[in-house]
């Protein structure tokens, strides 16, 4: 207890003894104006900028402005960005120079591979000048493609209690759309030509776009941005975008048949018939602009064969586990779908099709989806069809989404949505949410937002309700947010995610960015902060209490280290097994403990990065360690390796164990589009290593030829093991 007192009064030092010692928010009374350039000819897109003709007779946006490391100053190295159009393709070069280009850092060639540890150029449209939505686009000096779809500004939930990537909140790194990028880097620097068609983007004709652009210089740490952004915020916050205007766009004719061909080969060595299947699959997709704002996609005989396994994860609670969508075909416009409380009260979550409930696969025969924005009202109408599986228990099923949401000026909403589950071989057999959304902006400062939802099903459950309530103010180096959260007893969204059932639940936070004046300190950053969430059942009892006391320091380098302290309670109601199979029981009462935290990384830019994660301190009525730690490894820009193990130890009074995860992941990338990774995990708790192998060659958006290898065992014992070769294209059928 001792070495918890210290760390609460570190933290409370550390705050005010720097109180002081702040900088100025930015200014943001005006935003900027650039000018896009038509062109009657198109460049030549090689990554040459600085000699090209056409590029040439554009005037240059070149200020920029650093987030980091000093906040307000001048970018340290220069910028050139130059934007332009024809009638079908949207262009944007830049000219990054560099004193040093040999410094130039570098680590992923992959595909959306993160650019937040590289030297890297990134740009955010906001096609429907609606500060709200838009289309991210990024590269590195190595012409990676990187892109990104941005809902709600990318904002989700303050405590969503993610474990995964995938799609989160307001930020759909999964999307991918068809465009093109190339590089060069020379004495100057580093250069990008970037080439997006007008059919890959979503707007509306005659319309200024939002813009705005950030540049990563990793040897001084620094980020700086065109639209100057205050502490705390980044390129999503489309409301402080600046704004693209000369577009004189026409809608763009948009009609692709996106068909694939599969075999594979399958060995379930727990059923009765051990001998290899194979089998062969066709299938695909169409995606048609019904307006250049709104898209139909149809799909047949949906497939996922290429899609990166799930991360495993061991439950040491009581409450569900979330595993987050990768599947491309529900991850374009995802945000539109997306109502509730992120990870926590998901009212759609479209796992549920084509995933049953204890992970086995579900044939999809297939859907339609019609999304987009209809001037400020986003539409959204999904429906899906999944196949009988009666060894299973699971019968045909339709599930249908329906989405509407009218954007008002001061980013405000108002929308609502129905879901619905539909058994198709009984009379009985459905399950239905209703909900209302909304949000009220208050100023660029602060937002107030919320939903209220109810499911009907045959059962005709009483308190089928659920809502929730949040203000949240993020301005002045401060974020603060508050909550409130209500899941009645009889809640029941089928195709929607619980992270617990029946329940009421306040929360919030309080954080504050604090920045030293003195430019020659070597410290970037303090954050300290505060956060509580607490549930409750309807008998008034307290299942869980949380609150968290931490600050983060993060110093220019590259190096942070978080220091915490977590005061906890856990009110147990039935008793339950925390060990899976290991008879160590948690009796019912009342458990208050506090546990320390300790959270170091080194520079993740380097060739060689640690990252430590160590929680010690008391848990129903005993003692565990939680310890974590993954070393990453990156030789020049082909090859990542990176090890991670998690190690759970409990000593509680009905016993102890351990559970325990190793998972080790490689990547080679031949080129940015050819690639070869592999992932390999041992999960102590049941006894399972499985391995995954993915090689791809891609063409555009993410299509091409994939050949795919799994492999489980379980206590020594194989399980099930598969081959498959998939290949997959683009046809532009309207040029």
């Not at 075999?263 to 048609?288: C, L, P, S, W």
């Amino acid at each position: 207890m001792t070495n918890l007192r210290f760390v609460f009064l570190f933290f409370i030092c550390s705050f005010f003894s720097n109180a002081q010692d702040q900088v100025n928010i930015a200014d943001i009374s005006t935003r900027p104006t650039a000018k896009a350039e038509a062109l009657e000819s198109s460049p030549t897109i090689d990554g040459e900028v600085i000699d090209d003709g056409i590029w040439k007779t554009i005037a240059p946006l070149s200020e920029l402005s650093q987030a980091q490391p000093n906040f307000g100053e001048p970018a340290s190295e220069k910028t050139e960005i130059k934007v332009a159009y024809t009638s079908s393709v949207f262009y944007v070069s830049v000219v990054c120079y560099d004193s040093n280009p040999r410094g130039l850092v570098v680590s992923d060639a992959r595909r959306d591979a993160d650019l937040d540890n590289t030297d890297a150029f990134l740009f955010i449209l906001d096609t429907y000048k609606d500060g709200q939505n838009g289309f991210i686009f990024g590269t590195n000096s190595l012409g990676v493609e990187y892109d990104a779809q941005v809902d709600n500004e990318g904002q989700g939930n303050f405590n969503a209690n993610r474990q995964q990537g995938g799609t989160i909140g307001g930020f759909n790194l999964n999307w991918d759309g068809a465009w093109e990028v190339k590089t060069k880097v020379g004495d100057f620097g580093w250069s990008a030509e970037f080439a997006i068609p007008l059919r890959t983007l979503r707007f509306q004709s005659g319309k200024d776009w939002g813009i705005n652009f950030r540049r990563n210089i990793r040897k001084s740490n620094e980020i700086a941005y065109w639209s100057e952004m205050p502490l705390g915020l980044d390129l999503k916050r489309l409301s402080l975008a600046g704004t693209l205007t000369n577009l004189d766009l026409q809608s763009p004719g948009n009609l692709k048949l996106i068909p694939y061909v599969l075999t594979r080969f399958d060995k379930d060595n727990t059923a009765d018939d051990t001998d290899y299947q194979t089998g062969f699959e066709v299938g695909g997709d169409i995606k048609y602009s019904v307006t250049p704002s709104l898209t139909l996609d149809l799909t047949y005989n949906t497939d996922f064969a290429q899609v990166e396994v799930d991360d495993q994860q061991v439950n040491l609670d009581r409450f569900n586990l979330f595993f987050p969508e990768k599947r491309p075909f529900f991850l374009e416009n995802a945000g539109l779908f997306s109502v509730g409380s992120p990870g926590e009260v998901d009212l759609f979550f479209s796992r549920r099709i084509g995933i049953g409930n204890n992970g086995n696969i579900v044939p999809i025969i297939g859907g339609a989806r019609v999304s987009g924005k209809l001037n400020r009202t986003n539409v959204g109408l999904l429906s899906m069809w999944t196949e009988e599986v009666s060894d299973k228990g699971i019968e045909e099923n339709n599930f249908t989404v329906a989405r509407v949401n009218h954007e008002f000026k001061g980013r405000s909403a108002l929308g609502a949505v129905i879901i619905n589950r539909e058994g198709l071989q009984s009379d009985n057999n459905y399950n239905r949410t209703f909900a209302l959304d909304g949000k009220l902006g208050l100023g660029r400062k602060a937002r107030m937002s919320g939903f209220f939802s109810k499911t009907i099903d045959p059962s005709k459950r009483i308190d089928a309700h659920s809502f929730k309530f949040q203000t949240d103010y993020n301005w002045n180096n401060w974020e603060m947010r508050a909550g409130y959260t209500e899941v009645g007893e009889g809640f029941n969204p089928e195709v929607g995610f619980l992270l617990r059932s029946a329940f009421k639940k306040p929360e919030g936070l309080v954080l504050y960015h604090l920045r030293p004046k003195n430019p020659d300190a070597k410290i970037l950053e303090y954050r300290p902060h505060i956060s509580y969430r607490g549930y409750w059942n309807f008998d008034g009892f307290q299942e869980t209490g949380f609150l968290h006391v931490d600050n983060h320091f993060e110093w220019k380098s590259g190096i942070e280290l978080h220091t915490g302290v977590n005061f906890t309670t856990e009110g147990v109601v039935t008793p339950f097994d925390i060990s899976r199979g290991k008879n160590v029981v948690i009796d019912p009462g009342v458990y208050k403990h506090s546990e320390g935290q300790i959270v170091f990384f080194t520079n993740q830019s380097k060739p060689f990065s640690v990252n430590l994660r160590s929680v010690i301190g008391g848990s129903f009525g005993g003692t565990r360690y939680v310890e974590s730690i993954t070393g990453r490894y990156r030789a020049g820009d082909k090859f990542n390796l990176a090890a991670t193990f998690l190690y759970n130890n409990f000593q509680l009074p009905n016993g102890d164990f351990t559970a325990n995860i190793l998972r080790t992941q490689m990547t080679y990338s031949f080129k940015p589009n050819i690639y070869l990774q592999g992932l390999v995990q041992h999960n102590t708790t049941d006894k399972l290593w499985a391995a995954n192998m993915r090689f791809g060659w891609l063409q555009q958006a993410n299509t091409g030829l994939f050949v795919v290898w799994n492999y489980n065992l379980q206590d020594g014992d194989p399980l099930n093991n598969s081959f498959i070769i998939k290949y997959t294209r683009i046809f532009d059928l309207v040029k």
